[in-house]
């Protein structure tokens, strides 16, 4: 991340060039600086060389496509991932987020929204916090360190998937609903489809080895949504 003097950096991808340089403008206007790559092979050693702190990320691109960008990224970087995708591309939604990217906006879409799911990515604490560690069994959750570990190994987790078991993990004996996640961790003003919550705790629960069916970390509340610890 950039210290808190400089602006903060938004790489933008995206292979249509009217609706790229509209985006960078608007993103520039809004006090970033944001600068466009036209492909996804261009994206990938853009993003090493520059650091943003956030992608836009285009789904469809020619070449290497957005989920094949994201999976790469998740490989070096922990900077915001917000994909764009087209209403024809649903299912593909699903697998951006799985591939690793923490919002969505479907296409077309408000270039105004846009900057603010933008800010409101820059919002969320990345801070470290203070907090101390929080075990279940063999799970720690360190949010001083951001970091999640199963037994002696690290578990490498995206960022928000970081923040839903932190959210989770703070107070154990809640249920939260989809809606009260997406409050502590995206922020009231977030619309579109809660069940971007569902697809994160199922990459979550895919890199935990925990079964929906027989959970032993994050356990599904019927009806509601989801709480930390067993289904008992
Ligand atoms: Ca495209």
Redesign the pocket.
């Known amino acids: 991340m950039n210290n808190a003097h400089t602006p903060h950096r938004v790489l933008v991808v995206?292979?249509?060039p009217v609706?790229a340089g509209t985006v960078v403008n608007y993103l520039n206007r809004a006090g970033f600086e944001a600068r466009a790559v036209p492909t996804g092979t261009e994206a990938v050693p853009a993003v090493r060389e520059w650091s943003p702190d956030v992608v836009v990320l285009?789904?469809?691109?020619?070449g290497l496509d957005g989920i094949e960008v994201c999976r790469q990224l998740r490989g070096f970087s922990d900077c915001y991932v917000i994909m764009?995708t087209?209403r024809v591309e649903e299912d593909d939604t699903l697998t951006g987020l799985s591939a690793g990217a923490d919002d969505y906006m479907t296409k077309p879409f408000s270039v105004r929204e846009l900057v603010a799911r933008v800010q409101a990515q820059l919002r969320r604490p990345r801070v470290a916090s203070a907090a101390l560690q929080r075990s279940f069994g063999p799970l720690v959750i360190d949010p001083g360190a951001r970091r999640v570990t199963l037994g002696e190994t690290v578990i490498e987790v995206t960022p928000t998937e970081f923040d839903v078991l932190e959210t989770l993990s703070a107070r154990p004996t809640t249920a939260f609903s989809r809606r009260d996640l997406i409050d502590a961790i995206w922020g009231p003003s977030w619309v579109g489809d809660e069940h971007l919550v569902d697809v994160h705790i199922g990459n979550l629960r895919k890199k935990l080895g925990d079964a929906a069916s027989q959970p032993r970390y994050v356990t599904t509340v019927r009806g509601h949504g989801y709480r930390m610890g067993t289904g008992s």
């Open positions: 995206e292979d249509e609706l285009d789904l469809g691109l020619p764009l087209a």
